[in-house]
C-alpha cells in the first residue's frame, strides 16, 4: 500500500473516480495508476524526443499529396481542452515564409478522417502567425524544445519559447494545423536532418518545406500556471518524415480504440523515412471494398496508388495520443466506423469484455445441411460491435483461419446483437467444401481490435513496434499481436505475390507470419524486416526493401468465447454451366475458337420469383463456371459486370438475366458474349466540342435544317482524319437506329486537321445559314432530320472503329447501349439535363473549350452557365453566331480568348520581406481570381541608399476565357540599379540549367519559388541579357540596362489555365522573381 499511497500523493489532480478505481483490487490499482496519475511530461515534439533520447526525429507533415489516393499526407492535430484553459503553442516553423499554426473551435473541422475539409484562411478561430513579436510562437533551438513553453502570462518559466495562446472559450475538442515554410498547398520535399539535438540551422528556416521539426501544444489551467495537463493532445493519424532511411525511430505513442480499449506502442528502430502512423479496425479491405484483409498490400510506387487487386486502405480511425490519455477527455472523443464516417462521440472509460452465442447454420437443403457447393447461411449474437471470424475445419481439428482446406469468414459488425453471415460453400482454396457430416465450426468476436498498418515503411530492422494492452488483461497475453506477410488470394480471384509465400522484398520477414491462433509475443523481433542503414528506398515494386512501396499489417484484439455448431455436405441436385466469351464476331453466339474471359469473374444463381441470391461462383481459367447441387425450379443467371476481372473494354452484350429451369438433369451452354470496346490512339486529340441537334428551320426539308457536330484539334500536332467514322450509333455491338433516324459519316481520304483548328459537319444541306467561315473543315449530310431532340449519342471512331469520342444528352431510345464505363469515356450524371431549356437553334457546348473531361458535368446549353457549379474547370460559353437567333459558337473557341494579367511589387529589401498589400491604381491587383492575401509587397520603395538589394517580384493570372500558350515574360533591370546574379545560388529545384548561377525564380501556384533558372540562355527555362545584348527578344523593348525573361510554358506545363475562381487551378497563378543592387 506504500506504493499506492505514494501515487495517490503525487496524483492531486488526478479525477476522484479514479481514485475509487484504485482500491478494488491490488492487481486493478496498479493498472488504473498507469492510466489515471499525470506524469509530468509534455505535449508534442518535446514528448517523442525528450531529454536522452535515441535514434532520429521524424518531422511532421503538411502536405497536398495523399497515400494510397485515401490518407492525406499530413498531420492534422486534436486537443481537448476545458472552458477558461489556455492552449499554449510553437513551433520551428512559424513566420517562417508560410509556417504557421491554426486552431479551429469544436466541429470547424468536418469530414472523413483522413480527407477532412479545413476551413479557408481567416476562417479559424485562431492563427499564430498574426500574432505580434517576432519570436512569439517561435521554438529557435532544442533548449526552448525541451524547456516547453513559457506561462501563459509570460511571467513563469522564463527560459522557455514565448508561445501563441489561446484560451478555450468552450469545453471540447480543438483542431490544429501545423504547416511548414511552404504552407498548406505545397507537396515539395527536401532533405532534413533527422537530428533529435536539431543542431542544424535548417532545422528552423525555410529548408524544413511542407514539414515542421519542432512543435508543441501546451494545456494549462490558468495564464500563469506552468504544470502541463498531459494526455490532451492526439491525433487520427501523424504525418512523419525522417528525410532519409537509416534514420530510426524510438518512441511510444497511446491510441485507444472507439470501444475503450487502450494501448501502448513503442517504436524501436523502425526505419520508415516518410509513412503514416495510426490505428484502426480492419488494417486493409479485400477487393469487395468491405472484408477486412488480415495481409499486406501491394503497389508499384511509394503512393500505394493503385494497390493490386482491388484491395484497398481502410482509413484512420482511432484517436492517438502522445502521453497516456487524461480520462477527462474521453467522452469529447470523435469516434469514426471504419469506412470514415463518424459514429458518434464519447469514447467508454471502461471496456466491454466480449462475449458471443448462439451460433446457428442454416444450410440449403434442410437444416444445417446444404448441397454441395451451396453455401448457406450462418447467424450468432454478440453483445459488441467489432469484427468477427468464423472458421469451418476440414479435420475437424485444425481451426488455423488461413488453412487453404479450412474456411474463414471475416468481417466488421457495426451494431450488436444478431449477426447473418452467408457463405458460398467454398473453402479457402475456392474449391466446394466437400461432402461431409458434423464439420464443426467456431465463432468468435473480437472487441478492442487495433491494427497498426505500416505505409512505406522501408525498414523495421530491429523488430516492433511493441503493442501492450494497457487497461485490460488479454487472454492472448497483453503483448501478443500477429502479422501475416505472406501472398494470398483475394475475394475477387486474383492472386498477390504467391499464396503462401513470403511477399518480395529485401529483407523479408522470418518467419513470414504469427501464429494464425495465438499469435506472437510483440516484444521479440520476430517481424523485423528490411535492411540495416540507409538502404532500401527505390519506391518501385519488390527492388526495395520488404516495407518499401507496401501497407504492411499488424493487429490485436482482445477475444471473446468461442461458440460451436457443426454442418453437412451433401452431393444432391445437378448443375448449371456455362462459358463468358468475347463475341468477335458480334453474332451472339459463342463460336468455334472465339476467345474466353479470364478467371474470377463471379457469376450469380438467383431465383426467379423473387430474385433472391442461391449462390454464387466463379470462372476458371478458362472463362467457364458451374453451379453444383441446384434443385429443380425456375433460376435466373446473371454476370457480376462490376467485377474488376473483366477485361478493361470489355462488356455483356448478350441477355444478362438467362432464365432456365432445371428438373433432373444438367443444364449447360449457358454463355454470356461480351463486345470488346478499344480506345483510339486519337482519343484526346479529336473532340466533340460542340453539338446543334435542335435545328432552327421549320418544316421537313435537308435546306431547313442546320444542325451540325463540331470536332476540335486539342493536340500539339496535325490529325489526319482519313478514314474517321462519326455516326450516333453504336458500330460495336451493332446497336443503332433504323437508317432515318441515324448518319454515319466518314471522313475522306487526305483529310488533316492542324492544331486547334475546327471540322464541322452538318447534319443539313449546304446553303448560307449552314457556314462556318473559321472552321477548317465543313461538310453537309443533307438530311432533313438526323439528331433526336429528346436525347440521342454522337460517336466518334476511327478507321478500325475504335472510339476517339463519345458524348449523349437527354433520354430515350435514340440513346444507344454506351461505352463500357470502365474506358473511362463517359460520366452521364448530368446527361438528362442538357436537354433542360434547350430552344430551336441554341447548341450544347463543351467547357472548357477542347478540354475532354469526359464528363456531362462539362457540357451545357450555350452561354447558360449551367455548368458553372459541377465542372471544376469550367469557363463560359458564349455565342458568336450572327444566323438570326441561332445561340452557337460554331468554328470557332466555345469560351473566348487567352488573357494573362501582370501585377509587379517590391517584395524584399535587404533581408526584410515586405508583407504589405497594396492596391495599386489599375485594376489588375483587383482581380477576384488572384489568391486571397497573394499579392504582398509595395508599389515603390523610400529610403533605399546605394548598396541595398530589392527584390521585384511580377505576379501572372491567366484569366481569359481559354487557357494561354507559348506564355513568355520579360521584364527590363531598372535603371540605376545593377541585376544581382548569385541571388538564388544552392537553391533547389532547377529547370536543367548549366548550374552556373542563379538569378531568377519561378513560382506556379505557390506563395514560394518551385522552381530557380540560371542566368545563362541554356536549356533551362530562365535567361538574363546583358544591356544592351543583341540577342534580347524584341518583346523586352529597349534593353539598356538588362532584362530578365521566362518562358513561363514548357513540355511540363504546356498551358496555364485560366482561373475559375480564387487560387482556381493552382497552376493559373504564379509569379517571376529577380533582386538588384541599388547603385
Not at 821 to 842: A, E, K, M, P
Request: hydrophobic share 30%; charged share 15%.
Amino acid at each position: 500500500m506504500y506504493l499506492l499511497y505514494k501515487h495517490l500523493l503525487a496524483a492531486k489532480k488526478t479525477p476522484r473516480k479514479c481514485y475509487q478505481r484504485l482500491f478494488n483490487s491490488l492487481g486493478l490499482s496498479l493498472l488504473a495508476l498507469s492510466v489515471c496519475s499525470q506524469t509530468v511530461r509534455a505535449e508534442g515534439s518535446r514528448t517523442l524526443y525528450p531529454s536522452g533520447a535515441t535514434g532520429n526525429r521524424a518531422n511532421i507533415e503538411w502536405r497536398n499529396s495523399t497515400y494510397g489516393n485515401l490518407v492525406q499526407r499530413r498531420t492534422l492535430l486534436r486537443v481537448y481542452a476545458q472552458a477558461g484553459e489556455y492552449i499554449l503553442m510553437g513551433s520551428s516553423a512559424v513566420k517562417v515564409n508560410s509556417g504557421d499554426i491554426r486552431v479551429f473551435s469544436p466541429g470547424a473541422v468536418t469530414g472523413s478522417v483522413g480527407n477532412e475539409i479545413i476551413p479557408a484562411l481567416g476562417s479559424e478561430a485562431f492563427r499564430c502567425a498574426t500574432q505580434t513579436g517576432a519570436n512569439t510562437g517561435r521554438i529557435t533551438s532544442r533548449t526552448l524544445e525541451l524547456a516547453g513553453p513559457r506561462s501563459a502570462d509570460g511571467m513563469n518559466n522564463t527560459s522557455g519559447y514565448i508561445p501563441c495562446v489561446y484560451q478555450a472559450p468552450t469545453t471540447g475538442v480543438y483542431t490544429i494545423v501545423f504547416s511548414g515554410p511552404q504552407g498548406e498547398n505545397s507537396n515539395n520535399e527536401t532533405v532534413i536532418t533527422g537530428d533529435i539535438e536539431l543542431t542544424s540551422a535548417n532545422n528552423f528556416n525555410n529548408q524544413q518545406f511542407t514539414s515542421v521539426a519542432a512543435w508543441d501544444v501546451t494545456v494549462r489551467s490558468s495564464a500563469s500556471s506552468t504544470t502541463d495537463i498531459n494526455g490532451r493532445l492526439f491525433s487520427y493519424y501523424f504525418a512523419l518524415f525522417t528525410g532519409d532511411n537509416g534514420r530510426y525511430l524510438n518512441f511510444p505513442v497511446y491510441p485507444v480504440t472507439t470501444d475503450g480499449y487502450r494501448y501502448k506502442i513503442e517504436l524501436r528502430g523502425t526505419d520508415p523515412n516518410g509513412f503514416i502512423l495510426y490505428g484502426n479496425q480492419v488494417g486493409f479491405y479485400d477487393s469487395d471494398g468491405k472484408t477486412p484483409l488480415y495481409h499486406d498490400v501491394l503497389a508499384k510506387d511509394n503512393t500505394l496508388t493503385p494497390l493490386e487487386a482491388g484491395t484497398s486502405l481502410s482509413r484512420p480511425q482511432y484517436a492517438t495520443f502522445l502521453n497516456p490519455l487524461d480520462t477527462q477527455a474521453l467522452s469529447s472523443i470523435d469516434r469514426y466506423r471504419p469506412d470514415g464516417t463518424l459514429d458518434g462521440t464519447g469514447i467508454p472509460f471502461d471496456p466491454t469484455v466480449p462475449t458471443v452465442d448462439s451460433l446457428n447454420f442454416i444450410g440449403t437443403a434442410s437444416g444445417n445441411t446444404s448441397s454441395l457447393g451451396t453455401g448457406g447461411t450462418f447467424s450468432f449474437n454478440t453483445n459488441i460491435t467489432g469484427n468477427y471470424e468464423i472458421v469451418i475445419s476440414r479435420d475437424g481439428s485444425n481451426f488455423d483461419p488461413t488453412n487453404s482446406q479450412n474456411r474463414v469468414l471475416r468481417g466488421v459488425m457495426n451494431s450488436s446483437g444478431l449477426q447473418s453471415v452467408s457463405w458460398n460453400g467454398k473453402d479457402n482454396s475456392s474449391d466446394n467444401f466437400p461432402v461431409g457430416t458434423n464439420y464443426p465450426v467456431r465463432v468468435k468476436v473480437h472487441a478492442g481490435e487495433y491494427h497498426f498498418p505500416l505505409l512505406d515503411a522501408e525498414n523495421n530492422f530491429s523488430g516492433g513496434p511493441t503493442i501492450t494492452m494497457l487497461n485490460s488483461s488479454n487472454p492472448l497475453g497483453n503483448t501478443t499481436v500477429f502479422y501475416d506477410d505472406r501472398g494470398y488470394t483475394t475475394i475477387g480471384g486474383t492472386n498477390v505475390g504467391v499464396p503462401g509465400s513470403v511477399l518480395c522484398g529485401v529483407g523479408q520477414t522470418s518467419p513470414a507470419f504469427s501464429n494464425p491462433i495465438s499469435g506472437f509475443n510483440s516484444s521479440n523481433n520476430d517481424r523485423k524486416f528490411g535492411q540495416f542503414g540507409n538502404n532500401g528506398n527505390t519506391n518501385a515494386k519488390c527492388t526495395g526493401s520488404f516495407g518499401d512501396s507496401k501497407g504492411l499489417d499488424l493487429w490485436t484484439f482482445y477475444p471473446s468465447n468461442t461458440e460451436t455448431t457443426q454442418l453437412n455436405i451433401i452431393n444432391f441436385g445437378v448443375t448449371i454451366s456455362g462459358t463468358l466469351y468475347q463475341d468477335s464476331d458480334r453474332g451472339d453466339d459463342f463460336d468455334t475458337g472465339e476467345p474466353t474471359l479470364p478467371a474470377g469473374i463471379n457469376v450469380k444463381l438467383l431465383n426467379a420469383s423473387d430474385n433472391s441470391v442461391v449462390t454464387v461462383t466463379s470462372t476458371d481459367a478458362s472463362g467457364n463456371y458451374t453451379f453444383t447441387g441446384v434443385v429443380n425450379g425456375s433460376y435466373k443467371i446473371q454476370v457480376d459486370t462490376t467485377n474488376s476481372n473483366i477485361p478493361t473494354g470489355f462488356s455483356l452484350g448478350t441477355p444478362n438475366d438467362l432464365t432456365v429451369t432445371v428438373s433432373g438433369s444438367a443444364v449447360n451452354n449457358q454463355n454470356f458474349g461480351f463486345d470488346v470496346y478499344q480506345i483510339s490512339p486519337q482519343a484526346g486529340k479529336i473532340i466533340i466540342n460542340e453539338v446543334l441537334y435542335n435545328e432552327t428551320g421549320t418544316g421537313n426539308m435537308a435546306s431547313n435544317n442546320d444542325e451540325f457536330i463540331e470536332l476540335y484539334n486539342a493536340s500539339s500536332s496535325a490529325v489526319d482524319l482519313s478514314g474517321v467514322k462519326l455516326a450516333d450509333g453504336n458500330l460495336i455491338a451493332n446497336n443503332v437506329e433504323t437508317t432515318a433516324n441515324s448518319f454515319n459519316y466518314t471522313f475522306p481520304n487526305g483529310t488533316t486537321l492542324q492544331p486547334g483548328q475546327y471540322a464541322v459537319i452538318w447534319i443539313g444541306s449546304n446553303q448560307p445559314n449552314n457556314q462556318a467561315p473559321d472552321a477548317a473543315f465543313q461538310a453537309w449530310l443533307g438530311f432533313s432530320t438526323r439528331l433526336t431532340n429528346g436525347g440521342d449519342d454522337v460517336w466518334l471512331y476511327d478507321s478500325q472503329n475504335q472510339i476517339i469520342d463519345y458524348v449523349a444528352y437527354g433520354s430515350g431510345g435514340a440513346i444507344n447501349t454506351p461505352p463500357p464505363s470502365s474506358l473511362n469515356l463517359w460520366d452521364s450524371t448530368y446527361q438528362s439535363s442538357l436537354t433542360t431549356g434547350v430552344n430551336d437553334g441554341v447548341s450544347l457546348s463543351l467547357t472548357r473549350n477542347g478540354n475532354d473531361t469526359n464528363t456531362s458535368a462539362c457540357w451545357e446549353r450555350t452561354t447558360s452557365t449551367n455548368a458553372s457549379s459541377r465542372c471544376s474547370s469550367y469557363l463560359p460559353t458564349r455565342d458568336t453566331d450572327n444566323v438570326g437567333t441561332r445561340v452557337t459558337s460554331v468554328g470557332v473557341n466555345n469560351n473566348g480568348s487567352p488573357k494573362v494579367v501582370l501585377v509587379k511589387r517590391i517584395t524584399r529589401i535587404n533581408s526584410d520581406d515586405l508583407n504589405d498589400s497594396v492596391d495599386g491604381a489599375g485594376t489588375d491587383d483587383n482581380d477576384s481570381k488572384w489568391p486571397s492575401g497573394y499579392l504582398r509587397g509595395k508599389i515603390s520603395a523610400t529610403g533605399v541608399k546605394p548598396g541595398d538589394e530589392v527584390e521585384y517580384t511580377i505576379y501572372f493570372l491567366s484569366n481569359g476565357g481559354s487557357s494561354a500558350t507559348n506564355v513568355k515574360l520579360c521584364d527590363l533591370v531598372p535603371g540605376n540599379t545593377t541585376f544581382i546574379p548569385t541571388a538564388f545560388n544552392g537553391q533547389t529545384p532547377n529547370d536543367g540549367g548549366s548550374g552556373g548561377n542563379q538569378g531568377i525564380t519561378m513560382a506556379v501556384g505557390s506563395t514560394t519559388p518551385t522552381v530557380y533558372f540560371s542566368n545563362a540562355a541554356d536549356s533551362d527555362r530562365g535567361v538574363f541579357y546583358p544591356a544592351n545584348d543583341s540577342s534580347t527578344p524584341a518583346s523586352c523593348g529597349s534593353n539598356t540596362n538588362g532584362a530578365v525573361a521566362v518562358n513561363v510554358t514548357n513540355s511540363s506545363l504546356t498551358t496555364l489555365p485560366a482561373a475559375t475562381g480564387q487560387g482556381t487551378p493552382t497552376n493559373s497563378y504564379g509569379f517571376i522573381r529577380f533582386r538588384v543592387k541599388i547603385n
